[in-house]
């Protein structure tokens, strides 16, 4: 099946459709109709019914990662739509140590969603496929804390507080008859790393592209240009990326990948 993609939230607003710090997508997939994350308010109800799309009629939506910029909006997703599950991975519990700021700050999931919405929460597990030819796929690559604690990112586990290694984080699959479409919000793990993760999960399929933010808006430019390289290598065509990316590191990957990167903005629509 084909992919329609249209943006609802991200950093850069177009027009009428207002923008935000967060990311939310609304996926058609063939007849199914999905979404990635809910963004950081409820901006991608109001910006998804002037785009014409009906948040009542996903059928299923998923939590890229358990950050509040993806998160805080899943309270209006659960009052638009009575049906749809919302699919978590474990590890909601995040934190962040900010600069002027004493310890450690919550930055995850809303608390009264997970107590309000439970039965409307799937906690997914090693590959999960939620339906046919979609496929919600976990960090595999060791090593990730190491990610965590240079961005001062953490989880707590009972009163103690660990580097994030990232386990709450996963990539939403689908299968085209072109390849493998990837999107995965913030790819905190490594772009590359989540391109090839996902092409050792399926041997023998073509990942075409990578859509989400790549966390780079804090990141050097000699590190943006590592990443641009290692992106190349792993031969992937086109990836869509804005929110936590940046403009300035964008500017970067363009000039290193040229076509194969495209930016990100509210209302943009990808077809694959």
């Not at 993609?5 to 607003?13: G, K, M, P, Q």
């Not at 590959?127 to 960090?139: F, K, N």
């Not at 999107?183 to 996902?198: L, P, Q, T």
């Not at 092409?199 to 399929?205: D, L, N, S, V």
Request: one cysteine or more; aromatic letters at 10%; glycine letters at 10%.
């Amino acid at each position: 099946m084909n992919i329609k993609a249209t943006v609802l939230s991200d950093n850069i607003a177009c027009g009428e459709l207002a923008g935000e710090w967060g990311l939310s997508v609304y996926i058609e997939y063939g007849e199914r109709k999905v979404l990635l994350d809910a963004g950081a308010s409820g901006l991608f109800v109001e910006n998804a019914a002037k785009l014409g799309l009906d948040i009542a009629a996903v059928e299923a939506a998923a939590l890229s990662h358990a950050h509040y910029d993806h998160a805080d909006g899943m309270l209006a997703f659960f009052k638009a739509n009575s049906r749809a599950k919302f699919y978590l991975r474990g590890g909601s519990a995040c934190y962040k140590k900010e600069k002027g700021h004493r310890g450690y700050q919550y930055i995850g999931v809303p608390r009264s969603v997970m107590r309000k919405y439970r039965n409307r929460i799937e906690f997914a597990e090693g590959d999960c496929e939620i339906m046919a030819g979609v496929t919600l796929v976990p960090h595999k690559t060791a090593g990730l804390a190491a990610v965590g604690e240079k961005n001062k990112m953490y989880v707590r586990r009972g009163r103690r507080y660990y580097a994030d290694d990232f386990a709450h984080e996963q990539s939403l699959v689908f299968d085209t008859p072109d390849g493998l479409v990837v999107f995965n919000s913030c790819s905190h793990g490594g772009a590359d790393v989540v391109i090839n993760e996902i092409a050792e999960t399926f041997p023998g399929k073509k990942v075409k592209a990578l859509i989400g933010g790549f966390h780079l808006y804090d990141k050097s430019e000699e590190e943006v240009r590592a990443l641009a390289e290692r992106i190349k290598a792993t031969g992937i065509e086109k990836v869509y990326t804005g929110h936590c990316t940046g403009q300035k590191s964008f500017d970067i990957l363009r000039s290193e990948l040229g076509e194969k990167a495209e930016q990100l903005s509210v209302g943009l629509i990808m077809e694959f």
